[in-house]
């Protein structure tokens, strides 16, 4: 399975103690230089960019088509991250890509892209045993003390999906 991932999804899940969700769903995850750059390039994140670094599961591709980077950003106001995430699902013909941000998942929805986010992710790994209810809660305190901008209407579909089971 390939799986290629945005920027937000990956520090969000670092946030809430929970990187680990993305091996153990996918074993290994790709992500453009962009975003490899985003997410260990900030001095004021160097915890973070270790955890990056040292990751195991995360890996770093070139993306292909560096023209299509540039037009995706030019015509859709997406950073290099979400382009070149975006540029690479596409080509590399991933089975699915993570990302976060409405604009980014707009495009790559028009473009047919499987997606995800990280509410996603945490459903997933709820279904799969990884996390229990009271795990979803935490995450979702966390998601609300960092600031991360999930709407709350997502924050009920995790809650109304835990109280199913």
Known sequence: M???SDTTPIITLMKIGHLDILKHLYGKVLIPNAVYMELT?????????FQVMDSDFLEVEEV???????????????????????????????????????????VAKKMGLPITGTI??????????MLTTGDIEECIE???????RISE????????HIKKY
């Not at 390039?41 to 960019?49: D, I």
């Not at 995706?72 to 991933?94: F, H, P, W």
């Not at 996603?120 to 045993?129: I, Q, T, V």
């Open 153 to 160: 209407g997502l924050f009920d579909i995790l809650r109304e």
């Open 120 to 129: 996603g992710l945490l459903l997933k790994a709820f279904d799969e045993g």
């Open 41 to 49: 390039g900030n001095e004021k994140f160097v915890a973070e960019a």
């Open 2 to 4: 390939l799986i290629v």
């Open 142 to 148: 966390k998601l609300k003390e960092t600031n991360v």
């Open 64 to 106: 292909d088509n560096k023209v299509a980077v540039t037009i995706l950003q030019e015509v859709s106001g997406l950073d290099a991250g979400e382009s070149e995430a975006i540029v690479m699902a596409n080509s590399r013909k991933a089975d699915l890509l993570v990302m976060d941000e409405h604009k980014g998942r707009s």
